[in-house]
């Protein structure tokens, strides 16, 4: 189990991280600046999910990440979430969220259950943009339910989350030895697990001439991982070269990155939460 203080830190870590890359990076900073209005939320948020599961201790401990949500928790602070959304976003997406305040709770319900049974795994066709409402919700609760879940020992490679199912959201390189050990970061749970170095984790491709790997001068530790047989790319944040960085927020900065993968014919394989 993580403690409160850890995990608000852990938040206060990405606040940080954003506001340095919003400094550094123009091309970033607008989406930058929103997404620390929506850390400063989820903190708050994953803070008052910890109290509130605490005080139903009669409650049996969730046994699959994915079990039911609980509702009579999440729901009161729905209202509060979609008009700091309404205040801060881009415009699209601020009438979005105006336009989902105005729906009975039971499309709140529909779309938040939706989104936490199928995210990460069914979701290719939605567009990001629709996805983010519940997605920005519903993360620190999925990352609360991983704190509380054990560790299955890895045996091997797998490509989707070993914890929920999600496909990953990029790479993570840590130091480890001389040289880096690679990891996915889950695109819906925010759990790591480690993964080969050279391996397409979208069709497992293993020929390191099928696999290209691809720097911008801008954000050298930020690599595009990409994979000429399918067509995929991951974006890989490697920590050998930045320990600083927060791979969650480094990757909301990789604009560039992302442009110029999409000019070269590759897709992401999951968008992050701001749809890039
Ligand atoms: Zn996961
Ligand atoms: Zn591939």
Redesign the pocket.
Known sequence: MTSPQLVSSEYDARIRRAERLAAQHFFASEFLDFYKHIAAFQKTLRANIAASSGVKSSSAPPTE?RDPLELAVLLPHFRGYLSIIEKHAPSALAESARQMSLLPSDSWIASLEAHWEHA?KYDQQIGAFAQFLARAFLQPY?EFR?ALLPRAPMVMTVRA??????RPLSGVLRVEGDSGKRFLL??????EWEFRRIHCPTCGEQAEGKLPVYVAEQLPHIRVEACDTCKFYLTTVDLTKDGHAVPLVDDLAAIPLTLWAHEKGYSRLQPNLLGT
């Open positions: 990440l990460g999925a991983a989350c070993p914890l929920c199912g999600a889950c695109s819906f749970c925010s759990q």
